[in-house]
């Protein structure tokens, strides 16, 4: 089956460094995207690996090792709107040649001053 | 622009009502998606729409019906729905696989809908 697990609930101090992990089995495999959604807002692009090693990008980064089935977001620099949930979704081909993007369980990541 | 909008953004009805919820997109992308999304949880993809065509359902109960008029909107028609279905519905869209390198999945604000 398919499963993208993250940890529940984080929290860190402003100004530290933040890693979120993410492990996942899928049947397919195409990219791995990392997402932020504030409460009740839309999910907004963060971060994006398709092959393996780390991609950086201002104050977050992400890093894949398809081997290992394991990715993380790594936020730096932590700012009190960085509080938010982070989503880690696994893209996949069908058979017809669609995009499938399977949401991992969501990690809510909370900053303290 | 890279705005996927998003009509209304809160609706209530009542379990023996019929309303729409309405997407667009002017990317010129043409894969669409709707998700549905509980407190808490992450987006459960429901519907993909990939030009124009319903390419995956995700054995979506027959209560949420989706349409997709033209490549620039796609709706969800919504007809005996129950309380369990109050959520957050998502839309969101993404150019078709292969092209563009990253292909990136852009999201709208989303309608919060609530059963009564």
């Given at each position: 089956g398919q499963n993208i697990d993250q940890p529940t609930e984080m929290t860190a101090t402003e100004g530290a460094i933040v890693q979120i992990n993410c492990t996942y089995q899928t049947s397919g495999f195409n990219g791995l995207f990392w997402y932020q959604q504030h409460a009740g807002e839309a999910p907004t692009f963060l971060s994006y690996n398709v092959l393996d090693g780390l991609e950086e990008k201002g104050r977050f980064s992400s890093f894949l090792s398809r081997s290992k089935g394991y990715s993380y977001l790594l936020l730096k620099?932590?700012?009190?709107?960085?509080s938010a949930s982070y989503l880690c979704a696994v893209r996949e081909e069908d058979t017809s040649g669609t995009y499938k993007y399977i949401f991992g369980t969501g990690t809510r990541l909370k900053v303290l001053a | 622009d890279t705005e996927v909008t998003q009509t209304p953004k809160h609706l209530v009805m009542g379990m023996t009502n019929k309303k729409s919820l309405k997407c667009e997109q002017h990317?010129?992308?043409r894969a669409m998606y709707w998700y549905k999304q509980k407190a808490k949880k992450p987006p459960e993809l429901m519907f993909v729409y990939s030009y124009e065509k319903l390419s995956i359902n995700e054995s979506v109960p027959s209560r949420f019906s989706p349409e997709c008029p033209n490549s620039s909107l796609l709706n969800l028609h919504l007809h005996?729905?129950?309380?369990?279905?109050s959520a957050l519905y998502l839309c969101a869209s993404s150019p078709p696989?292969?092209?563009?390198?990253?292909n990136i999945q852009y999201f709208g604000a989303g309608t919060r809908l609530s059963v009564l």
């Open positions: 620099e932590l700012q009190m709107k960085d | 990317m010129g992308h005996a729905l129950q309380p369990e279905d696989s292969g092209r563009a390198a990253k």
